[in-house]
């Protein structure tokens, strides 16, 4: 019974900058690994960061490199993914997922909880 909630999703212009957060609850008190995939119609879903349960961070897509960082608050049993400089081809449906455990971060079906997804719209 785990539930992942994300908010931070919205329209911003090219060069702009948005945060989105995601809550991790539930009765299990486990800690997860985490993952962030993006998903642009007609095209398909793909893992853009993900952070191990030791706090690793792996990047998987080579265009957000330097713009987006993720981090982990586990007090607040939330991860964050803060993008900056935003361009017109970052828009997106964007998912937060956990994992108990995975051998392919960049898998979705290593993760067995998924947010429900928050639209990211860049306009020129």
């Known amino acids: 019974q785990v539930q992942l909630v994300e908010s931070g999703g919205g329209l911003v212009q090219a060069g702009g900058s948005l945060r989105l957060s995601c809550v991790v609850s539930?009765?299990?008190?486990?800690?997860?690994?985490m993952g962030w995939f993006r998903q642009a119609p007609g095209k398909e879903r793909e893992c853009v960061v993900a952070?191990?349960?030791?706090?690793?961070?792996?990047s998987y897509t080579d265009s957000v490199k330097g713009r987006f960082i993720t981090s982990r608050d586990s007090a607040k049993n939330t991860v964050y993914l803060r993008m900056n400089n935003l361009k017109p081809e970052d828009t997106a449906v964007y998912y937060c997922?956990?994992?108990?455990?995975?051998?392919?971060?960049?898998?979705?079906?290593?993760?067995?909880?998924w947010g429900q997804g928050t639209q990211v719209t860049v306009s020129s």
């Open positions: 997922a956990a994992a108990d455990t995975y051998y392919s971060a960049s898998n979705p079906d290593e993760y067995s909880y």
């Open positions: 539930g009765r299990t008190s486990s800690n997860y690994a």
């Open positions: 952070i191990s349960r030791g706090g690793g961070i792996t």
